[in-house]
């Protein structure tokens, strides 16, 4: 080749043969002959086609049409595309396409005569490549000369000749590859085609037409094109509806929408990649991140990303997009298990926002939360240039940590210090990012559960302003503050703002609320009428949300039936209705057999009917099912301290370890007061009874985490 | 689009009065006196729901038929008539004129979607202090417009989305006027889309490719598994809606992003170019807007600009109700097919610049709320933009490849 161009160097015609990028057409070949093209070329810039033609059929040897076809092909190369197009009208393509079909379409019996039909098939063969091409050539010439509709029309021609002449589809290794890359680029052009046209219907059919029907296309190009469908069902926002029926097989399954239909074709993707068919394509699989996560699936996309092959992302990576697939899929240990990995020291160990997603995930735990400290902090040393802005997520996530580490801490020292230390962090957190809503709620829950209620108040109120009081958990913890400061009435209006505000089926949380508040009031009555109404809201939603019907995403505005009943056994066994109590009790056992709730509502009901021994007996099953559960210790505790001197430590022991788990359970505080009181420390008893009245004073109706 | 600065001098048009304040301020130390507020808004509810549900309906029907862009005219003179009524009832409206070749065109809605002047009337209007109350006559004009059978004027109203919702969601929050106006829109909006989805979710069946499919084969076909398949959720079933609730407020937003979306193919540019700018803004992405000011519309910048000064707000609370179309949206804005082609051309559109800068925001504002989906979401999204910019120019399958000798 190199000597040829060398040759042409010397030729001074060469100009007139330059196309566009400087590639020289210098000779056309056919039936063993070769002639070089300047003459011809020199003829048609004069614009004298039939000679040109004339000269090339005598020159070669051709027909009319095959001199045709060589001259257009030859103009096209040289970038003349309307020369071109000039040439290919002169031939009547649609007459040479009727022509081709007998000939090839001619079934001949498979044994006799064989290489009869094979010979046949080559001619056959050629003649249709020579005449496609011309079209594809046509189509490509229109394109360029932004015809794109007629060049689309054009091109459809290609393919309805195609599945004329092959009517089972084109068989494998059976065709010429010249007729095979001509009719597989037009497979691809059309599509593209009916895209720049505007016509998005049709652009659909068209590469619906490419993936369903046989065109033996090779696996880059058939690849290429379902990218490219993907990409379009994805974001070009045209709905393209289901595919055809006639194209549906059974058992096979059939996409219904557009992202459906991404999501499949990007699969099918991504698995000819690992099997190696074709080069592995990064944008892929962030197409199919993208359509995964917008339908939350982000436990698919997690087994997507585990099977791609290693080698394609850094391990660091995978693991880090592995967990924040399976963080947002609710599995948050096997995401921390990930992070943990890749915050290895011999990893990347300073990522921020892996340190973050991290301390996020054990800020959630309380036995997680000294990690998460580790977590946050390192984050905070790392937060410099680019990642200075995360400097607020970092402190608030601090803060959180310290918050639920001073829980699970042992000592009234440490815990006090660790919730000093939290607050300090989610305030200059809050320094940072004053519009941070989240921050803005989690401050207020902070301060109402070390009872610091008047900032709580502040928070409470300034997030229901900021969020316009749309979001459920700001009214609820306004209303608790409110109640914790037995300032029940004006809690109950909250409530009642709040429900203004929401829909009936998420009233639930609002009306266990509101029942709690009655009860607080002593206006048993209401309470009942209000544990009445919750229950015929569960029982609609129960219907509703029937075996058939989804489930909501939203799992917090759900009622749990087991609670209401559980509610309202406490309600009637505080009011001495014990059968209706008995009632009430044995439906939440039905939903829930073990569960230390019920036992302890049932101890309830054994010592105010004075069975004592009954009550201790479910008090110890409780804490035998769940050894931290406070309440039942406490009463346990309580009821010991009632029994003689010699059972006092026992008491106090009990008493002394549920104020470990729950440093500001009232009745803990008075019980403990109590027996310090009976063996004579008095000292001890006031400081027990100061703490239980400070506490009583600022107890809200239910746990301000329950918030959270 | 041309900018409009003339949002204060003509506040004749609109005289707001506190008629109708439906969307009563409910804060909570206050609420004793004011505990009648809902009451109230219930009353106004019937009146909205019965104007809605037989118009709707009839809407839904003409929407139903396919693609209505191209219609034909003779048989749409009814459609003619009805736009140039609504561009009549337009006029009052507006302080400039409008002009008069809108009436005229052969198809009057289309010409009114796509007129600058008047657009960037209208806009403006939305955008003032004042707007949004319930007795505001533009809105009151889209609520009409939208109510009418022609799909095209329904068009127009979509495309004032954007700035509807950015001065709604930011005034909202302070909650110191009504904004009974463009809750209405809002509103006919969401019950529109309900209709056309009768209540019914929207879910997504993913695909598990043991199971074969029209695209490939199974090596193991399993006969009967239609179970296996994980059934997504991507819009749970909509509740009829008569008024606003707070709580409720994201999911009506939500609703109407998500038929903004469904539309997003005949939605002008220059709508979509203001969308992208104000998800910057909800992102609280307010740092670096002055590097690409220049790219952004005057209109945009200008309403920034004002509600920085005002309350310091951009920065909403962007729950995924809201986030997920937002993110639809912003990835045609990115890569739907008219980007595309010029991007091929290495000449990235206004509308992706735009779009690439509103990812990004919201990709840090993920980060900062440690949304891991939206995480996912938004750095798949902002890669794919960076993919597209880097591109060097891709090899063409569809070209013949050149030869110095050609063979027959």
């Known amino acids: 080749m190199a000597s040829t161009v060398d040759e042409d160097d010397r030729e001074p015609a060469m100009e007139s043969g330059e196309a566009d990028d400087g590639i020289v057409v210098r000779e056309v070949c056919a039936n063993g002959i070769s002639i070089k093209t300047t003459e011809v070329e020199a003829k048609l810039d004069e614009g004298n086609i039939q000679e040109a033609e004339s000269s090339l059929r005598e020159g070669l040897s051709l027909n009319f049409e095959e001199a045709r076809a060589l001259l257009g092909k030859l103009e096209y190369q040289r970038g003349n595309v309307e020369g071109a197009l000039r040439v290919f009208d002169g031939i009547d393509l649609q007459a040479a396409i009727q022509r081709l079909q007998p000939c090839i379409a001619d079934k001949t019996p498979p044994k006799k005569g064989r290489s009869r039909s094979e010979s046949q098939h080559a001619v056959s063969q050629h003649a249709a490549n020579l005449v496609l091409e011309a079209i594809y050539l046509k189509v490509k010439s229109l394109q360029k000369l932004g015809r794109v509709t007629e060049a689309a029309d054009e091109c459809t021609s290609v393919l309805d000749a195609v599945e004329k002449i092959f009517h089972q589809g084109i068989p494998d290794g059976q065709v010429d590859s010249r007729l095979q890359d001509t009719v597989s680029q037009a497979v691809e052009l059309l599509p593209e085609l009916w895209k720049q046209a505007g016509c998005f219907q049709e652009a659909i059919s068209a590469y619906r037409r490419a993936l369903l029907s046989q065109w033996n296309l090779n696996n880059e190009s058939c690849a290429r094109i379902q990218k490219g469908f993907a990409v379009f069902l994805l974001y070009s926002g045209v709905e393209a509806g289901p595919p055809s029926l006639a194209v549906q097989l059974e058992g096979s399954y059939v996409p219904k929408n557009n992202l459906e239909e991404a999501i499949l074709l990007l699969m099918v993707l991504v698995k000819k990649c690992y099997l190696g068919k074709i080069k592995w394509d990064p944008s892929v699989m962030e197409h199919l991140i993208y359509a995964l996560s917008l339908c939350s699936q982000t436990s698919v996309l997690a087994k997507q990303l585990e099977e791609v092959m290693p080698g394609v992302y850094h391990r660091v990576d995978r693991w880090k997009s592995l967990a924040l697939c399976y963080c947002a899929a609710g599995q948050n240990k096997i995401a921390l298990n990930l992070l943990r990995k890749s915050l290895h020291k011999h990893e990347q160990p300073d990522d921020v926002a892996a340190l973050l997603l991290a301390a996020k995930i054990c800020s959630e735990d309380p036995y997680l939360a000294a990690e998460g400290v580790g977590y946050a902090q390192r984050a905070l040393s790392n937060c410099i240039e680019n990642e200075e802005h995360l400097k607020g997520v970092g402190l608030r996530l601090l803060g959180l940590c310290l918050g639920k580490q001073a829980k699970m801490s042992s000592s009234d020292f440490e815990r006090s210090r660790l919730q000093s230390e939290a607050l300090k962090s989610l305030e200059a957190a809050s320094g940072l990012e004053s519009n941070n809503l989240d921050l803005m709620l989690e401050l207020g829950v902070q301060y109402s559960e070390y009872r610091n209620l008047n900032a709580a108040l502040q928070y409470a109120k300034k997030f229901i302003d900021e969020t316009g009081g749309s979001v459920l958990k700001g009214w609820q913890l306004l209303a608790l503050v409110l109640s914790a400061q037995k300032r029940f009435s004006e809690a109950e209006v909250v409530t009642d703002a709040a429900m203004d505000e929401t829909t009936k089926w998420e009233q639930g949380p609002l009306l266990r609320l509101k029942a709690k508040l009655k009860v607080s009031q002593s206006l048993h009555m209401d309470a009942i009428e209000t544990y009445r109404y919750l229950l015929a809201l569960v029982q609609a939603q129960k219907k509703s949300f029937g075996p058939l019907r989804i489930v909501p995403q939203v799992e917090d505005d759900k009622v749990n039936e087991f609670e209401v009943w559980n509610g309202l056994a406490n309600l009637y066994s505080s009011l001495s209705h014990w059968k209706d109590a008995e009632i009430c009790l044995g439906k939440a056992r039905e939903l829930k057999e073990f569960s230390p709730e019920v036992l302890h509502t049932e101890g309830l009901m054994c010592e105010g009917r004075v069975k004592i021994q009954e009550a201790l007996a479910a008090y110890i099953n409780a804490l035998l099912l769940e050894p931290t559960y406070v309440p039942c210790k406490v009463l346990i505790g309580a009821l010991w301290s009632k029994a003689g001197p010699d059972a006092l430590p026992i008491a106090r022991s009990l008493l002394s370890d549920a104020l470990r788990l729950d440093p500001t359970n009232r009745k803990a505080w008075f019980y403990l007061g109590v027996i310090h009181r009976d063996e004579g420390r008095m000292a001890d008893a006031i400081d027990c009874f100061q703490a239980a009245a400070m506490l009583e004073e600022s107890d809200p109706i239910e746990s301000f985490s329950s918030v959270l | ?408």
Not at chain 2, 320 to 330: A, D, G
Request: with cysteine; charged share 25%; aromatic share 4%.
């Open chain 2, 1 to 408: 689009m041309s900018s409009s600065s003339s949002s204060d001098d003509d506040s004749a048009a609109v005289e707001p009065t506190p008629a109708e304040e439906t969307a009563e301020n409910k804060e909570p130390e206050t609420a004793i006196e004011e505990i009648a507020a809902p009451a109230e808004a219930e009353e106004t509810t019937p009146t909205i729901a019965a104007v809605e549900a037989p118009v709707t309906k009839t809407s839904s029907r003409a929407s139903g038929s396919g693609p209505v862009v191209r219609f034909d005219i003779s048989q749409s003179s009814s459609l003619t008539t009805i736009a140039q009524t609504a561009i009549e009832s337009l006029k009052p409206i507006l302080p400039n004129t409008i002009p008069s070749s809108l009436s005229s065109a052969p198809n009057p809605a289309l010409a009114l979607l796509n007129d600058l002047e008047t657009i960037a009337q209208i806009t403006a209007l939305l955008r003032r202090p004042t707007s949004g109350a319930g007795d505001d006559n533009l809105c009151r004009w889209l609520y009409d417009t939208f109510q009418s059978s022609n799909p095209d004027l329904k068009l127009v109203v979509l495309r004032f989305l954007p700035v509807l919702l950015s001065a709604y969601l930011s005034r909202v929050v302070s909650r110191r006027k009504s904004l009974a106006g463009f809750e209405a829109v809002l509103l006919s909006l969401y019950a529109h889309e309900t209709n056309r989805r009768a209540s019914q979710p929207l879910s997504v069946n993913i695909p598990d490719l043991t199971h074969p499919s029209i695209y490939h084969e199974s090596i193991f076909p399993h006969k009967n598994n239609a179970t296996a398949l994980n059934l997504a959720v991507i819009s749970p079933s909509l509740e009829p809606h008569g008024m606003v609730r707070s709580t409720k407020r994201a999911r009506i937003v939500g609703v109407a992003l998500e038929l903004y979306y469904t539309k997003i193919d005949k939605i002008p540019e220059t709508s979509k170019i203001e969308f992208c700018e104000f998800c910057r803004i909800w992102a609280g992405d307010v740092n670096n807007r002055g590097v690409k000011k220049e790219e952004a519309t005057a209109a945009v910048v200008e309403e920034a600009e004002e509600e920085e000064e005002e309350d310091g707000i951009g920065r909403i609370p962007l729950p995924w109700e809201i986030l997920q179309p937002i993110l639809r949206v912003l990835g045609h804005c990115l890569l739907g097919s008219n980007s595309i082609v010029n991007c091929k051309k290495k000449e990235r559109t206004a509308l992706f610049d735009a779009a690439i800068g509103a990812i990004r925001s919201l990709y840090l504002r993920s980060m900062h709320d440690i949304n891991p989906k939206a995480i996912l979401a938004t750095g798949s999204l902002v890669k794919l933009g960076d993919m597209a910019m880097e591109s060097t120019d891709e090899i063409d399958y569809t070209e013949i490849p050149y030869q110095t000798i050609i063979n027959l």
